[in-house]
């Protein structure tokens, strides 16, 4: 071994030790991950990849899943851009690609869960007696709520949006579009009675209401993938779609829905880094402010 060799040997060394029985790394972002070989990265791989909960991601949303997971291997990349090439559903569906994204617009957006975007997907085959899907997205944080229902009537849409407002809270706005399921008597009624502003979408400016259109096409995309040729099971694995939704990185906003709704903190103990999690209470100190657009995000106390 040449000095140059031992130099950089020595030089990556650093950035690893040794936990018996487990060698872990001290990645570029200062998180403390697994390290993981063979077989058992590959594992890992497709776990986050075709499990109950992977969605069938591209090879970066995917490898950034394991990331987040906590796994780290020098091939990574390399090896989730292989399993993406050679899955037979990926393939027969087609890749996820950047056009995809989010859109950005001009709504702006003070804190996550203030405004929300709402629509039907549907119908589908029946699965369940269930033929459509209600979705809910948060603008700020990407974060999707969704339920699968067998009409989709003004009825439906008022008892969805009580149970959304007793776990979310009450948002500042609701976004929808014409549609007579929003656009009647019983949904303005809750949302006077909860102070909420409706906003309406129109064949002028229909990006009003983009987000929740492109998390519907993404939602479909992976219940394609999910169910495979049985397309009637596809209520019984809507929750994994969602899950599979929630914890796929979003450019838009740098990390997951999941990541952003839980706000991690980075603590240091010793010479190590390690995640944690806040409790809901101690998120209620947290503020969440949009500057320019709703990828500049600042927190304060």
């Given at each position: 071994?040449?000095?140059?060799?031992?130099?950089?040997f020595?030089?990556?060394a650093?950035?690893?030790f040794?936990?018996?029985?487990?060698?872990?790394?001290?990645?570029?972002?200062?998180?403390?991950?697994?390290?993981?070989?063979?077989q058992?990265?590959?594992d890992?791989?497709?776990?986050c990849?075709?499990?109950?909960t992977?969605?069938h991601?591209?090879?970066?949303?995917?490898?950034?899943?394991?990331?987040?997971?906590?796994?780290?291997?020098?091939?990574?990349?390399?090896?989730?851009f292989?399993?993406v090439?050679?899955?037979?559903?990926?393939q027969?569906?087609?890749?996820?690609?950047?056009?995809d994204?989010?859109?950005?617009?001009?709504?702006?957006?003070?804190?996550?869960?203030?405004?929300?975007?709402?629509?039907?997907?549907?119908?589908?085959?029946?699965?369940?007696?269930n033929?459509y899907?209600?979705?809910?997205?948060?603008?700020?944080?990407?974060?999707v709520?969704?339920?699968?229902?067998?009409?989709?009537?003004a009825r439906?849409?008022?008892?969805?949006?009580?149970?959304?407002f007793?776990?979310f809270?009450t948002?500042?706005?609701?976004?929808?579009?014409?549609?007579?399921?929003?656009?009647?008597d019983q949904?303005?009624?809750?949302?006077?009675?909860?102070?909420?502003?409706?906003?309406?979408?129109?064949?002028?400016?229909?990006?009003?209401?983009?987000?929740v259109?492109?998390?519907?096409?993404?939602?479909?995309?992976?219940?394609?993938?999910t169910?495979?040729?049985?397309?009637?099971?596809?209520?019984?694995?809507?929750?994994?779609?969602?899950?599979a939704?929630?914890?796929?990185?979003?450019?838009?906003?740098?990390?997951?829905?999941?990541?952003?709704?839980r706000?991690?903190l980075s603590?240091?103990?010793?010479?190590?880094?390690?995640?944690?999690l806040?409790?809901?209470?101690?998120?209620?100190?947290?503020?969440?402010?949009?500057?320019?657009?709703?990828?500049?995000?600042r927190?304060?106390?």
């Amino acid at each position: 071994m040449t000095s140059q060799q031992k130099h950089k040997f020595f030089k990556d060394a650093r950035h690893y030790f040794w936990d018996d029985p487990y060698l872990f790394r001290t990645c570029a972002d200062q998180i403390i991950r697994c390290c993981v070989a063979g077989q058992e990265a590959i594992d890992i791989l497709n776990a986050c990849h075709s499990g109950p909960t992977g969605g069938h991601y591209g090879a970066n949303y995917k490898t950034k899943k394991v990331f987040d997971s906590g796994f780290y291997w020098p091939t990574i990349y390399k090896d989730a851009f292989e399993l993406v090439k050679h899955c037979d559903s990926c393939q027969r569906q087609g890749k996820i690609s950047q056009k995809d994204e989010m859109p950005q617009n001009s709504i702006q957006v003070c804190e996550i869960f203030d405004v929300w975007g709402t629509d039907f997907m549907g119908p589908f085959l029946s699965s369940k007696e269930n033929k459509y899907i209600l979705v809910a997205v948060d603008y700020l944080s990407k974060w999707v709520e969704a339920k699968a229902l067998p009409m989709n009537d003004a009825r439906v849409v008022v008892k969805f949006l009580k149970s959304l407002f007793s776990r979310f809270g009450t948002p500042k706005a609701i976004i929808s579009d014409r549609g007579t399921h929003f656009c009647n008597d019983q949904f303005a009624r809750i949302m006077s009675k909860y102070g909420v502003t409706h906003r309406l979408s129109t064949a002028y400016h229909p990006q009003t209401s983009g987000q929740v259109e492109v998390t519907n096409h993404r939602l479909k995309r992976i219940l394609k993938r999910t169910v495979g040729e049985n397309h009637a099971l596809w209520s019984d694995k809507l929750e994994d779609a969602l899950w599979a939704f929630q914890t796929a990185f979003k450019t838009s906003i740098g990390c997951t829905p999941y990541r952003l709704t839980r706000i991690p903190l980075s603590i240091k103990k010793g010479q190590r880094s390690f995640t944690m999690l806040r409790s809901k209470t101690a998120f209620s100190m947290s503020v969440i402010k949009c500057c320019s657009s709703t990828s500049d995000l600042r927190f304060s106390r």
